[in-house]
């Protein structure tokens, strides 16, 4: 064999094999490399209405230099084929699937995204409470398939306060309501809010209004036997003040009350908790996800009502006669609007 | 070099002194000192209906029977389901109180447990106390069976 014809097979071996190792060696894989999109998907399955939603955008890289510059419409919708479908669960199989459509009509979410573009799918049913839910976002051009897997919980049990005749609350000041009920499985945070309504007479002309007084979320990712909040007096008659508007003459009649208690899923706990994310990629992100192969979240949000309640008959009078709030007209238990007796 | 030593120890000292932090300020003992307590034993009693059935309603005291037929309370409980007993810090004085406990089973229970009307009915009790200062007074509720 010739010596120059044995060097250039050397010498082409040794390229090759160079390729081949700088080639198997390289185990980057560029999950959020600049230019490649990421879907962004949000869903929260509610078990007490007949319609669910998927919302479904995508990310975008801001510019450093830029940081209030709004992202161009394009930059953040899918523009190519999408197929919505969300499965139902029961013994490890799936049983029902629900194909979503996309729709136009609700007013979606204004802020940082123009709202106009916002991509959103709507299927009608009911979910099942304590059920398993898959959704997949199937991109069938780009071979990519986002999903995600939730539990329905079961349904709420509230303790305190209950709808029952003659059993009040008292929020008069020094005094403490606790709001206690029973901590659902696969639930991870709680808010309550106290919706006053009241009727108002001023020249004569009479309407309805009401003041929302809300609570700050609660985690239960424990096993706790039993969940409250504690609403003050003071932070009652405090909101009261702020909720409801100052009107010359006006007359107030505290009518009745309901508690609301809004339950999510595990998953919008991890989101809103920052300590109790686990690591994963989209941490990178400051972002809590339970998607596969996008960032969002899908969970769940139910929402119980306790309708029909009283307040006590001294947060009443001190509504009406306190300094801090007998400005606002409320008449006392006697129907008495001292504010304006005094007045006259 | 002894008067600096002196000097540095009657400094340590003051320090000591000042940064005492057993030092009473809050004026919440004395006014606590000043008042009494009454604390409500309010059980659920049934006898012809399950306890489930049976809720507390109204815990409530007034400064004299004519506040409290008005329903002019001074202080009124959350009762609960949950909660048996229930306490009250209060100035000295004789206050009069009233308890209340509805039924809510169905079909004719509640009558045999002698709620009046029924189901919602209401078993109405309630009594005059005397809180003392700096005393604890335990008061139990019962109705008529």
Known sequence: ?344 | MNNLIKYLLAGLLFVMISCNPDNKTDTDDVTIDQKGTVVFNFPIQSINVPASGIHRIDLSLAKSTYDLYRGDFLLSANVSDNVKTYSFNMDPGDYYYQAGVTCTCLGDTCLWDSFPGGRFGVKWTMGQITVTKGETLIKDITFNK
Request: charge should be negative.
């Open chain 1, 1 to 344: 064999m010739p010596l120059p014809a044995l060097n250039l097979r050397i010498i082409f071996s040794a390229f090759v094999g160079v390729l081949l190792f700088l080639s198997a060696c390289s185990n980057d894989i560029e999950v959020n490399a600049i230019g490649d999109p990421v879907p962004v998907v949000w869903c929260l399955l509610n078990p007490d209405v007949n319609e669910q939603y998927v919302r479904l955008g995508r990310s975008f890289i801001p510019d450093p230099n830029n940081p209030d510059y709004n992202p161009v419409a394009d930059s953040t919708i899918w523009t190519m084929p999408v197929s919505v479908y969300i499965e139902e669960w029961k013994d490890d199989r799936p049983v029902r699937v629900f194909q979503l459509q996309p729709v136009t009509d609700p007013p979606k979410d204004s802020g940082f995204f123009p709202n106009d573009n916002l991509r959103l799918y709507k299927a009608e049913f009911k979910p099942a409470r304590s059920t398993t839910y898959h959704l997949y976002v199937h991109f069938p051009d780009d071979y990519r398939i986002v999903s995600g897997i939730t539990r329905i919980p079961g349904r709420p049990v509230i303790y305190d306060p209950l709808e029952l005749p003659g059993r009040k609350i008292n929020l008069q000041s020094g005094m403490q309501y606790k709001f206690r009920w029973a901590p659902g499985e696969s639930i991870g945070v709680y808010q309550s809010q106290l919706i006053v309504f009241y009727s108002e007479t001023l020249n004569g002309q009479s309407s309805d209004y009401q003041a929302c007084i809300k609570m700050n979320p609660l985690l239960g990712l424990g096993s706790e036997i039993e969940m409250s909040d504690v609403m003050s007096g003071y932070s009652f008659m405090a909101n009261m003040i702020k909720l409801v508007p100052f009107r010359d003459g006006a007359e107030r009649t505290v009518t009745n009350c309901r508690f609301q208690l809004f339950k999510a899923g595990e998953e919008l706990a991890l989101m809103i908790s920052p300590d109790l994310q686990q690591t994963s990629i989209s941490n990178n992100l400051n972002q809590y996800t339970n998607l596969v192969n996008g960032i969002g979240v899908f969970s769940s949000l139910q929402l119980t009502n306790v309708n029909n309640l009283q307040l006590s008959n001294t947060t009443i009078n001190e509504l009406a006669t306190s300094e801090l709030t007998r400005t606002l007209g409320f008449k006392d238990i006697h129907g008495t609007d001292l504010n304006n007796a005094n007045d006259e």
